[in-house]
Nanobody, 115 residues
């Protein structure tokens, strides 16, 4: 089992920044992938950004150039630096890890961007 604990969400004005963190604990392989997804009210959960243990990344088109995903393998922690936030970024952000052929989700953290 793997547990994920997210932090860093909150309320910010449009144009502002937030940094999300997600710490993983439990039984996991050193080779894994971590990522962030988000779900706005009434919408499906979509990928925001993804990073492998080797550091390869990919981003949703809507966040390219504004968001940066990174990770600290020694701490089993993944970060999402969000800049130039827009009201349409408002959602619950979920951390995910894929390890050993299984995926685990965090509890989610709310990000609200006011106009």
């Amino acid at each position: 089992q793997v547990q994920l604990v997210e932090s860093g969400g909150g309320l910010v004005q449009a144009g502002g920044s937030l940094r999300l963190s997600c710490a993983a604990s439990g039984s996991m392989f050193s080779t894994n992938a971590m990522g962030w997804h988000r779900q706005a009210p009434g919408k499906q959960r979509d990928l925001v950004a993804h990073i492998t243990s080797g550091g390869s990344t990919n981003y949703a088109d809507s966040v390219k150039g504004r968001f940066t995903i990174s990770r600290d393998n020694a701490k089993n922690t993944v970060y999402l630096q969000m800049n130039s936030l827009k009201p349409e970024d408002t959602a619950v952000y979920y951390c995910k890890i894929i390890t050993g052929g299984r995926q685990y989700w965090g509890q989610g953290t709310q990000v609200t961007v006011s106009s």
